[in-house]
Nanobody, 124 residues
Framework: EAQLVESGGNLVQAGRSLILSCAASGFAFDGYAIAWFRQAPEKEREGVSYINIKDGSTWFADSVFGRATIASDTARGTVYLSMNNLKPEDAAVYYC?????????????????WGQGTQVTVSS
């Protein structure tokens, strides 16, 4: 069974750092792009960052650009999101998402998985 398990969420003071982990199992990790999303109370879920496991390309939302890094460990099937200088507005449930685009009989389709989320709370 394919699974994504997030960990590392915690209560941290503003200005501190945090590393979130997303452990993948049950599917071929290196064929996917892994993204982090977050959702604060009464707000829409928003993309934070992603990494393409195969080619290493990355993307960061403007809100975390310069404060976040993302890295993958293919041997462990894990993606890490590191954020520093945390702000109260970074508080949210952080979700891991895996996506792979495939083609079959000329049609493109996607396979995707979501994790259950990990809570990040930032105190000012």
């Amino acid at each position: 069974e394919a699974q994504l398990v997030e960990s590392g969420g915690n209560l941290v003071q503003a200005g501190r750092s945090l590393i979130l982990s997303c452990a993948a199992s049950g599917f071929a990790f290196d064929g996917y792009a892994i993204a982090w999303f977050r959702q604060a109370p009464e707000k829409e879920r928003e993309g934070v960052s992603y990494i393409n496991i195969k080619d290493g390309s990355t993307w960061f939302a403007d809100s975390v650009f310069g404060r976040a890094t993302i890295a993958s460990d293919t041997a462990r099937g894990t993606v890490y999101l590191s954020m520093n200088n945390l702000k109260p507005e970074d508080a949210a449930v952080y979700y891991c998402y895996a996506n792979s685009k495939r083609t079959k009989t000329g049609r493109e389709y996607s396979i995707d998985y979501w994790g259950q989320g990990t809570q990040v709370t930032v105190s000012s």
